[in-house]
């Protein structure tokens, strides 16, 4: 029997998969996304700092920059009509030293070379008049109004429920281990599955990017996934910061960030760890306690709140710092690898990067003439939710002020989770303060029916 | 307006409604987010309930519905979350109509405690299915739901045992029960108990490292006099390490003790904004039921007297300044008069010593002690002898 071919096949249902499945299915093509886990977003993006940048700091001229500011600006255009929040909180890099604040100038004009023109330094006393909870040794900063706060997981799994509702294709808990290519037509081996075929490839596996780039040619990157890991504070912390709170940049790192979340948590974080594990980001109690100090020598008040967990997330790092996106010809096949540290921002702009190449080297492109735009819940204190609403069904989550209505929609959705932690994300029930001390048994009583493993009686 | 909101229907805070209404007081609403009123007892399906406040062991759940049960009459909302306390006592409220905004003459505070979790004790390794506290394990072993075979259990608090008799209820066998301190914190039952008992062996000294494994728990890394191992399990319990639920005080601005993680309160059981008062469990880590219970009919009396405008201004009131081992003393305010002040704590560590008392530079109370951390510490001071003193240090050396 042969397998129903696809126009595109995409690895990876990262943030990265999820837009570019959107935007080639948008664009008119039959598309596959296939993805190892049992559901999308397990992979790097599952865990960042969910902030939308700006690109002030990128490299100027780079692919990265082109991306983030695309990116950037479709964000803006799309995420009223899927239910995506936007927090504008703007950003402050924060010097600590007077090295750190003969730097500025420098990133105000690299800023502006970027074309976010807003960007202005601004002195110790107006730092401490926007965000009066900081320590007292501030020495100046620089203020980017731009940057803002936006929801990691509710952000791909919009762009993925567009996709499914657009007729387009997902296939989970399916490994590509290899491939080949006949007569202009891609064969993809699956791990315990049918084969899947395809006219063209796109390789967005994050940190397996070299591994998955391999089954087309010998890899031009290798992967070095760079842990990131943060630690989380409970919502009366949220109010100690108004605005993002970066730290004067380094060569490897945005460096340590205090940030509000989409939410009403404060996150302290993240690290960068180059490290040789790609799947499982584990988090280590000495560095968390080093965070927490960090957080506390910046933002004093923090030493009284209480934490509330603490997570880890893996950067596709390679030898390069900019994006490594290519189309090849020859072998039906684009790449969009090593999408470091920007990919949640870059996402919508690197997917148009990509629908560019296609037209450049594949063909034309008849995009639906009037596509179906599904909303995904809210799940953020920016915008109503269910909690607040009359006729509310129980709420099953204290913590985060989850209905049972909510969970049970998760579980049954078009997109329905595949594990405890893709409820969690789509839900946020367990993400609080107890972590499951008081809603353990709700969650289980709703979710073991759905996702096999989680008890026995 | 209603005369009084309680916020919580556990021990403590239904332990307040039964008083107040006994007393005649009209206008006493509970506010309880969950289905059913009782509290933590609800899912502690154990004997050993009530023994303190009601004289008669019950199991949790029996314990709970007699709770309910005494407090008849009470108005009690079920499925009413309070979502943020303003000043005055002007509440929001969720409920299944709608969000509401509620006004009490007076609010207490009885939403009761929690065990910290992984997450928040910052543990190594990775994060699978498999990791849980005794409450949640309770109760989804209430409920038939049983996440593991194998767990271990971290900690050796009185909680601990608990989780160990729910295991056993539920026909699963804990591979060991691990105690970092150099002996088990719970008097009774002891590790001897745990051995015999449970056929659980208890390892003191050792440290959980890190968890392992890919979607479910896999193993545990642990370190005993420098020594690691690898212990194969399918669970980790995290017990007891108590936090107060206090987050509604806290986000209100309500003045909070860091020792404590509580409310800080003074002799009356009042806040910081005297329209909300505070009790149970919630004070701090933690008490026993029985306990908290009497707490909660200790405060009712106070706000009884606050209604009738009997109570002291809040302004009059000294600090409470525990020092030494003590870890945390409680109430950190009181005001000084002619009625006896009780303050409890815990030491830091276990300890031989000296308690005194110190108001200003004057010695009003003096004991020889041997404490043990988990181990309340009370003492009662004649209030007469603090007047016109401006602070009060409590001292363990
Ligand atoms: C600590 C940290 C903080 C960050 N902060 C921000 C931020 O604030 N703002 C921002 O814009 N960006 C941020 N980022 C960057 C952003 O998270 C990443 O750039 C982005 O998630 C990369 O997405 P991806 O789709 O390329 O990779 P992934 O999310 O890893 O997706 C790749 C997917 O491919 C799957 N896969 C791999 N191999 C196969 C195979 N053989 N077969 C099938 N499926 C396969 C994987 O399971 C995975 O799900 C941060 C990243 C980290 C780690
Ligand atoms: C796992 C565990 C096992 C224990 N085992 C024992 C034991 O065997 N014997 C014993 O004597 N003691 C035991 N204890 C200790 C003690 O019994 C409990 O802590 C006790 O229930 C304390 O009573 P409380 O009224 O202060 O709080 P709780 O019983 O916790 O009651 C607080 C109530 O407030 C409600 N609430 C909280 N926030 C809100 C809000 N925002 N809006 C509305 N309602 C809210 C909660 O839903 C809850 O019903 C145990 C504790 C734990 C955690």
């Not at chain 1, 129903?4 to 039959?30: E, H, P, Q, Y």
């Not at chain 2, 006493?28 to 509290?39: A, C, I, T």
């Not at chain 2, 909300?276 to 707490?295: I, K, W």
Request: with cysteine; proline share 8%; hydrophobic share 40%.
């Amino acid at each position: 029997m042969t397998a129903k071919s696809f126009d595109i096949a995409l690895i990876g249902a990262g943030v990265v998969g999820c837009a570019a499945w959107r935007a080639f299915t948008l664009a008119g093509l039959s598309c596959i996304l296939i993805e190892r886990e049992a559901d999308i977003i397990s992979g790097a993006s599952k865990g960042n700092s969910a902030i939308l940048h700006t690109g002030f700091d990128a490299t100027p001229g780079s692919l990265e920059l082109a991306c983030m500011r695309e990116g950037y600006r479709l964000y803006r255009e799309i995420h009223e009509p899927l239910g995506l929040p936007l927090l504008e909180t703007g950003a402050m890099v924060v010097a600590w030293s007077e090295e750190e604040l003969a730097k500025l100038p420098g990133i105000v004009a690299q800023a502006h070379q970027n074309g976010v023109t807003d960007v202005t330094q601004i002195t110790a006393e107006q730092v401490r008049a926007r965000e009066p909870g900081l320590a007292n040794d501030v020495k100046g900063g620089v203020w980017i109004p731009g940057e803002a706060l936006i929801d990691p997981w509710s952000a791909p799994l919009a762009y993925a429920r567009q996709a499914l509702a657009n007729g387009g294709t997902l296939h989970l808990n399916a490994e590509v281990t290899s491939g080949s290519l006949t007569g202009g037509t891609w064969t993809l081996t699956i791990k315990n599955a049918a084969p899947i075929q395809a006219r063209i490839v796109i390789n967005c596996a994050g940190n397996f990017g070299d591994l998955v780039e391999a089954i087309a040619r010998p890899s031009p990157f290798t992967i070095t996934p760079r842990k990131g890991q943060f630690v989380v504070y409970d919502k009366p912390a949220h109010g100690l910061v108004q605005s993002i709170i970066l730290p004067v940049p380094t060569a490897r790192t945005k460096g340590i960030v205090i940030t509000r979340t989409a939410f009403g948590n404060l996150l302290v974080g993240p690290t960068a760890e180059d490290q040789p594990e790609r799947r499982l980001a584990t988090t280590e109690t000495a560095t968390l306690n080093a965070l927490h100090a960090a957080g506390c020598r910046m933002l004093p008040a923090l030493a009284g709140m209480e934490i509330t967990t603490a997570y880890a997330g893996l950067r596709p790092a390679t030898q390069f710092k900019d994006y490594q996106i290519e189309a090849l010809p020859a072998q039906n096949w684009i790449t969009a690898g090593g999408i470091r540290s920007t990919g949640l921002t870059g996402a919508l702009g690197i997917a148009r990067h990509m629908r560019g190449l296609y037209e450049t080297h594949f063909g034309t492109l008849k995009p639906l003439p009037s596509p179906l735009w599904p909303r995904v819940p809210n799940l953020t204190e920016t915008l109503p939710r269910p909690h607040a609403q009359p006729g509310r069904s129980e709420i099953i989550c204290h913590c985060e002020l989850v209905t049972h209505d909510e969970v049970a929609a998760a579980l049954a959705s078009p997109l329905p989770a595949g594990s405890i932690g893709g409820l969690r994300r789509r839900t946020r029930c367990m993400m609080g303060r107890c972590q499951g001390f008081y809603c353990s048994r709700r969650v289980l009583e709703l979710a073991a029916p759905y996702i096999p493993g989680l008890a026995d009686a | 307006m209603h005369n009084v909101a309680i916020i919580g229907a556990g021990p403590a805070g239904l332990t307040a409604a039964r008083v107040l209404l006994q007393a005649g007081i009209s206008g006493v609403q509970v506010l309880e987010r969950n289905p059913q009123p009782g509290g933590l007892p609800r899912f502690c399906d154990h004997q050993g309930w009530g023994v303190w406040d009601m004289h008669r062991l019950y199991t949790g759940p029996r314990y709970a519905g007699e709770l309910v049960r005494r407090a008849a009459g009470a108005d009690i909302l079920i499925n009413t979350t309070v979502t943020a306390l303003e000043p005055n006592g002007h509440l929001h409220i969720s409920t299944p109509g709608g969000p509401e905004y509620l006004q009490s003459r007076i609010v207490l505070l009885a939403t009761g405690i929690r065990e910290k979790p992984r997450g928040a004790r910052l543990v190594s390794g990775t994060r699978p299915w498999g990791i849980t506290t005794t409450g949640a394990f309770q109760e989804m072993a209430q409920a038939g739901q049983i996440p593991f075979r194998r767990p271990v259990i971290i900690g050796s608090e009185l909680v601990a045992f608990s989780a160990l008799l729910t295991a056993r209820h539920a026909g699963i066998k804990p591979v060991a029960m691990l105690e970092p301190g150099p002996r088990i914190l719970a008097r009774r039952p002891g590790g001897l108990i745990a051995r015999a008992v449970f056929g659980v062996p208890v390892r003191t000294n050792t440290q959980l490292l890190e968890i392992r494994g890919i979607d479910r728990v896999e193993s545990v890394l642990l370190e005993r006099n420098g020594q690691r191992e690898e212990l194969a399990c399918d669970g980790v319990i995290f017990t007891g390490q108590f936090t107060p639920e206090a987050w509604l005080p806290r986000s209100a601005g309500l003045q909070i003790d860091p020792a404590t993680g509580g409310p800080a309160i003074d002799n009356f059981f009042r806040c910081s904004d005297p329209a909300y008062f505070a009790t149970g469990n919630l004070l701090r880590p933690v008490e026993h039921s029985g306990f908290a219970a009497l707490e909660g009919a200790r405060a009712a009396a106070q706000i009884l007297r606050a209604l009738r405008g009997e109570l002291p201004p809040p302004q009059a009131a000294i600090p409470v300044i525990p020092g030494g081992a003590l870890r945390y003393i409680y109430p950190q305010r009181i005001i000084p008069g002619g009625i006896p002040i009780q303050l409890h704590g815990r030491a830091r560590h276990a300890h031989k010593g000296r308690l005194r008392a110190m108001a200003d530079d004057t010695l009003v109370f003096e004991r020889l002690i041997r404490i043990l951390p988990e181990r309340r510490i009370s003492l009662t001071l004649p209030g007469a002898a603090l007047t016109g003193r401006n602070s009060l240090a409590v001292i363990l050396d």
